[in-house]
């Protein structure tokens, strides 16, 4: 069952569904420039606090969206075995140091009655990416989504990434991979069941 704190983080708050105030990020952006020691008016920056503003607006683009609403048109369809999609290339933003971290999402799902469009699946990774957020929590909300809009019998999400936060700053370690994996239903509850799926994800993984 989800939690009242995994509910919130799965859906946008009231103060994400406001437009992305340019604006504010452009001065922001500028005081920054100006703390590191540089010079925001040369001419390499002058456009720089603008283009930051742009970029924020399209990567953090998902706070202002519900990925829900690719999982409601679904089709009736008396298929009980398991659907999988593998390496839905994503890209999204950790909270930590505001640094991305990037790789590729595995969903599969065991349907009850109904499959939604396999694109459907990438398209929630992808705009469940586009927030700032940690690894963890990007895992366990794409699969609370699946499980409660298509109730489906199991279902399994598993996301491989690399995270500049510790690539680039830190300990520096370049060859460092995070995998983090979400399980519900039977994929939970069925040891079997789920050296089937990780077996489907991992073995042609590699």
Known sequence: MTSKNEESHNRPSKAASAPVDHARIE???REILI???EDPDREGLL????RVAR???EIFSGL????RVHLKRVFTE???EIVLVRDIEFHSMCEHHLLPFSGKAHVGYLP???VVGLSKLARVVDEVARRPQVQERMTETIANMVEQELDARGVVVLIESSHSCMTMRGIRKSGASCTTSAMRGVFRENLSSRAE???LILNQNR
């Open 27 to 29: 001065k922001a952006v």
């Open 35 to 37: 703390a590191v020691g």
């Open 47 to 50: 456009e720089t606090p603008a």
């Open 55 to 57: 970029m924020y607006a």
């Open 64 to 67: 202002h969206k519900d990925p």
């Open 78 to 80: 008396n298929y009980d």
């Open 112 to 114: 009850n009655g109904k």
């Open 197 to 199: 799926i990780l077996g």
